[in-house]
């Protein structure tokens, strides 16, 4: 498990990275002109997966990881430019850290019980979704110890986006191996993550 969490950081490390220095450039144009944008109606990122939420039964399967996915759900407008520019550089990133299409599954159970396998990585825990807002929780025991992470889930034909608080996923990360903290990718994700809380990355899953 320790090396499966490691890729997955080094792959968000690249990403964040990516989005750092997006988010610089567009303060930095947002400055020269004059901090003046145009506003939209376009829903929020909560609002457009509150949109998307599937009914309970229909999560009920064992899903493939096909793809990368990030969003930032969150009011600072940067942050969201930031982040949709680095998108297209997560399935890189993931690809260059071993995870590709088909690389792990997980199996949403009517029950509320699932299990997540990908490469040496397996875990069994319990889930609580709400189909009002898409909001799902992951409960489980690793490594002798209770983690829960939170995320929003939203379904689009047969392809299942899952994505995770990337806040909570890191805080795990520390809690489970320690000496990660002294690593400065995780530090520089850690540090940005903090900065601007909403950041959520995870992966579309199939059938």
Known sequence: MKKFIVLALSALAFVMGEVQ????LSGAL???????????SQPSPAE???????????IVARW?????????????SLARMGVEAAR???????AKAGIVKGCGSVQLRRNG???????????????????KSGRIVFDAAVGGERVECGGYIALAGERLTVLLDLDEALAIAKRLY??????????????????LPGIYAGGVMTR
């Open 88 to 94: 297209g550089k997560l399935a890189e990133a993931y």
């Open 21 to 24: 220095a997006q988010f610089s």
């Open 64 to 76: 493939v990881y096909d793809s990368a996915a990030i969003e930032y759900i969150g009011d600072n």
């Open 30 to 40: 947002d400055a020269l002109t004059g901090g003046s944008k145009s506003q939209t």
């Open 113 to 131: 019980t699932f299990s997540a396998v990908s490469g040496d990585f397996a875990v069994d825990g319990r889930y609580e979704y709400d189909p």
């Open 178 to 195: 320690p000496q990660l903290t002294s690593d400065q990718s995780l530090a520089g994700i850690a540090a940005l993550v903090e900065a």
């Open 48 to 58: 457009r997966f509150a949109a998307g939420a599937p009914a309970a039964r229909q």
